[in-house]
């Protein structure tokens, strides 16, 4: 029992897990996902019963959700997943904390202005038709490489104005080993300094060496033609002065497009390769979706021609339910993770310094009493908007100060390559693949990827 703020007693909302701290470790560790997913029906905050230096509790009520990330935000920092994470992509806005964390959003929150992300919509549906026009009728292909190659080309168009051309492999490839082996650290007891020579380290620093020679050249370009940089993300950092006037670090611009580069694209592609394997499963949804889009001009000519990209995008509301309800049931950031800084009381309950949070939409997602036959693919169920729920039941890009900068431009993104692809082309899944399993990487993908087949539809 606990006294909440009035001085009344109220009955703990907290329960303990009732197995061992042995067992949950290696069955959290076996499957993330599961085990998440089993807590959820054990109560609105599941202690974990871990040592008292460190308390870890997962959080399912959408009321501690919002208080944690919302009435509290300032009472917790990222802490651990950020240190791995830091480890790669420095000292950006998805890793930095507190005052240094406000200083950065702030100078950034121009790039994601609604005029910009017009302009960005222009990119997407070029690269995305420029893919298009390489699909071949029956010919199979990696669908998550692919669309890690699309989203690649698109965030490093519309974020740094540079066109990846023959380093797209090369660079798809250095992300893609940055994330695993980040991952593989995120929630292992033990992390060893990237210095210390192992073969997984010396990879990792060779893709991180990879990425940033393409970031410090882009730097080099923008610094000799800062013209043609003007209107980027990399534009506004080269312009930016501190309160003392003068620029940011090198080393600062970098840390931001590594994250812009990182958190910008990785989350898309899997969504869409998400979205696109749902919609070969649930027929019905596939051919309303087509109803949609089937007399739209969503060609780079026909758009050239009268209305924009954004514009198009706008007039596609059960394209954007598909998404939206694609990240309900697959949302790509399967958990957000906090610490208390200090002891904390939420909603009646003390938690002492240093507890640790894991907050999972992709369980709380999945409540059936909120959500009702959660399992099911049916984006109709977001036909009366997402205020029919609770607020943080629903909550894909996270929320409060720390909540996704790129929400409404992945929206668009999502929802504009599902409607250039779709439009031209219905996706199966090459035979002898099976059922997807979610694996829960950085961010949540489908294990080993998928083979889909495109078949025309006009
Ligand atoms: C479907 C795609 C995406 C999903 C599901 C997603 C999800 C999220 C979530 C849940 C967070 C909050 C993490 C936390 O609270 O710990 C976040 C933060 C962030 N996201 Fe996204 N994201 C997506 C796309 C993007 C894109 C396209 C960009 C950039 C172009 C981006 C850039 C960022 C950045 C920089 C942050 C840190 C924001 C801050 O701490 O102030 N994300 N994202």
């Avoid at 871990?50 to 997962?58: G, L």
């Avoid at 002492?352 to 169920?381: C, K, M, Q, T, W």
């Amino acid at each position: 029992m606990n006294r909440n703020r009035k001085g009344e007693i109220s009955l703990t909302r907290v329960v303990g897990i009732p197995s061992s701290r042995v067992a949950n470790f290696l069955s959290f560790q076996r499957d993330p996902l599961q085990f998440l997913i089993n807590a959820l029906p054990l109560g609105e905050m599941v202690s974990l019963r871990t040592s008292s230096f460190r308390p870890t509790f997962i959080v399912n009520s959408p009321a501690f959700v919002q208080e944690i990330l919302v009435h509290q935000e300032e009472r917790f920092r990222k802490g651990r997943s950020s240190n791995v994470l830091r480890r790669t992509i420095g000292d950006g806005l998805l890793t930095a904390e507190h005052e240094r964390h406000r200083q950065q959003k702030k100078y950034l929150t121009p790039v994601f202005y609604k005029e910009r992300i017009q302009a960005y919509a222009e990119v997407v549906m070029e690269e995305t038709e420029r893919l298009a026009d390489t699909l071949q009728e029956g010919v199979m292909v990696p669908m998550h490489d692919v669309m890690m190659q699309l989203t690649l080309g698109i965030i490093s168009r519309s974020m740094f104005k540079t066109e990846l051309h023959e380093a797209k492999t090369e660079l798809a490839q250095a992300v893609d080993d940055t994330i695993r082996l980040s991952a593989k650290t995120i929630f292992s007891p033990i992390i060893l300094p990237l210095a210390v020579p192992t073969p997984k380290n010396r990879k990792h620093l060779k893709a991180i060496r990879s990425l940033e020679d393409m970031i410090y050249d882009t730097i080099a370009e923008a610094r000799r033609n800062p013209e043609q940089y003007a209107d980027s993300l990399l534009g506004l950092l080269l312009d930016t002065r501190d309160d003392q006037g003068d620029p940011i670090p090198d080393v600062e611009i970098r840390d931001q497009m590594m994250t812009m580069l990182l958190a910008g694209h990785e989350t898309t592609a899997n969504a869409i390769v998400w979205a696109l394997y749902a919609l070969d499963r649930e027929r019905s949804v596939d051919e309303r979706l087509y109803e949609e889009i089937q007399d739209r001009p969503l060609t780079v000519r026909q758009m050239r021609e009268g209305q924009s990209a954004f514009d198009l995008y706008r007039g596609l509301a059960y394209t954007r339910q598909v998404i939206q309800e694609t990240l309900r049931l697959y949302p790509p950031a399967w958990a957000i993770l906090r610490e208390a800084e200090q002891p904390v009381e939420m909603l009646g309950d003390h938690f002492p310094a240093n507890s640790s949070f894991l907050i999972s939409p992709y369980a709380i997602h999945r409540n059936d009493r909120v959500f009702g036959d959660a399992a099911a693919f049916r984006p109709e169920r977001f036909d009366a908007g997402i205020s029919q729920w609770p607020r943080f039941a629903y909550f894909p890009f996270g929320g409060g100060a720390r909540g996704c900068i790129g929400s409404q431009f992945a929206l668009m993104e999502a929802g504009l390559i599902l409607a250039v692809l779709a439009r031209r082309f219905r996706f199966t899944s090459a035979p002898g693949q099976g059922e997807a399993e979610p694996e829960p990487l950085v961010s949540l993908r489908i294990k080993n990827g998928r083979w889909m087949i495109p078949h025309r539809r006009v």
